[in-house]
């Protein structure tokens, strides 16, 4: 998509009802990505006309998460900008201004229907298997008696009111134009009684006065296109280019939802995925590098994406390859430079001598950071949880060979005068070879009595980093526990 003359704007517009959505960033790194493309602008503006689930709480934990993503914007709530308010609770006044101007235009009409009229005929037309939708009731009113009453204080709302007869064309940029029968179409309300828009009307009238040019959304709002398409054509307005990204799936097709996968992005960053690669990650819901590659910075992504190129098959949001993709960032990391994200993400005191020394040992099995403690909790454990049947592990040894095996493996760590990992290596294989056992077996009882697990970073290094006096003590333990 080229950006025209101008560069473009785009914007996100989330709700702060709830912790921060994923969709919400995968949403925003799209529009972030054109923007910084082309040298536009990326606008965050906050949808909280929900008055009874929007709180700054939520408002805040949006901007927390983006920001932890590397997404900046541009203008916002919190940063100002040129078309100030950007909280449409602050926007009512011009909401309730273009409203008017809908209704004088006979582009709207005032709607007085109660609340139970509207549940009645809903169950009329469920009962008659019909579509639901408003039947026009108030449509007919002429404008002095509608206004009338309005100022009389009667509650009311404003409706679209959808031509009769004819259709509307859907553009979009990554699809064929469709065409939706006005019949098809309801007559939605824009304001509500309360004086608060609908998405509707603050969707369209926000775009507009804040000069959006390209508006990149998820594609579950195609169905309110139409409706957006003739608000801009009863204001008189020139449309936005339309792109709807293809929705995030669960693997067995459906939307993604917190019932099959997490969706905030909280979890994401308490579970100790990295930004990057999450950023990455969200990149492949629609898009690819032409060479294929998967693992991919945002530095290139920014550069390479256009949205043309977006995929619109629906991607499925996969937790086993977004770990494999978070494996491999964490790979990439220098030693030095993990430890200082583990050191900032746990917020403990890791002792950062023996850290630098484990980082080198556990990098290739870490997929987050926060399965550090899973990995590598026995470093740093005062007291070690052991359980006898463990030791069945050793499988070519009873278990008085095993009790046998750890005892000689402590008489060579308790002679050494430090643990050398080549020479301990090496003896603890010449005393493997000369009693008959497999080296593996051996190993095997080491590791579980010195880190209370079967699989753990590379043995002798680990020993090397526990030091001498640890591993004494966590042999002779395991050696009462096989006593008793």
Known sequence: MTAGRMPPRVRIAP?????????????????????????????????????????????????????????EWDEGPDVGGPHAPYRQSERSAIYARHAAELL??????????????????RERQKREKQNF?????????????????????EP????????????????????????????????????KSDGHPTYHLANVVDDHLMGITHVLRAEEWIPSTPKHVLLY????????????????????????SKRKNPTS????????????????FLSLMGWNPKDGSEVFGLERFLAEFEPEAINTTSPVFDLDKLEWLNGEYIRALAPAALAAR???????????????????????????????????????AAELPLERALFQAARGLSDADRATALAVALALIEGAPAIEP????????????????????????LRIALTGKTATPPLIESMAVLGRETCSKRVRAALELLAR
């Open 265 to 280: 992005l909280d979890w994401y960053r308490d579970g100790g995925f990295l930004p990057e690669a999450l950023c990455n």
């Open 15 to 71: 709700s702060p009802t709830g912790d921060p959505h994923v969709g919400t960033a995968y949403v925003a790194l799209f529009n972030y990505a054109f923007a910084r493309r082309h040298g536009g602008s990326f606008v965050l503006r906050i949808e909280d006309t929900d008055r009874a689930r929007s709180t700054r709480a939520s408002e805040e934990a949006i901007y927390q998460a983006l920001r932890w993503l590397g997404l």
């Open 156 to 191: 009311c709302v404003v409706r679209l009111r959808v031509p009769e007869g004819g259709s509307t064309t859907v553009p979009d940029l990554l699809r064929k134009p469709v065409v939706i029968a006005h019949a098809e179409i309801d007559d939605q309300i824009l304001l």
């Open 422 to 445: 080549q020479s301990l290596e090496a003896a603890l294989r010449d005393l493997a070879r000369a009693r008959g056992w497999s080296a593996g077996d051996l190993f095997m009882c």
């Open 104 to 121: 004088r235009k006979g582009a709207a009409y005032r709607c007085f229907c109660t609340a139970a009229r509207l549940a009645e005929l």
């Open 233 to 256: 054509q009863a204001f008189g307005w020139e449309m936005p280019v339309f792109c709807h990204l293809p929705l995030l799936r669960n693997k067995d097709r459906s939307k993604i």
């Open 133 to 153: 939708g408003y039947d026009g009731l108030c449509r007919s009113l002429a404008g002095g008696e509608a206004e009338q009453r309005a100022a009389q204080g």
């Open 342 to 380: 583990l050191q900032a993400f746990l917020r403990r005191d890791l002792d950062a001598e023996r850290l630098a020394r484990i980082v080198p040992l556990i990098r290739e099995r870490l997929k987050t950071l926060a399965r550090f403690d899973e990995t590598a909790g026995f470093f740093y």
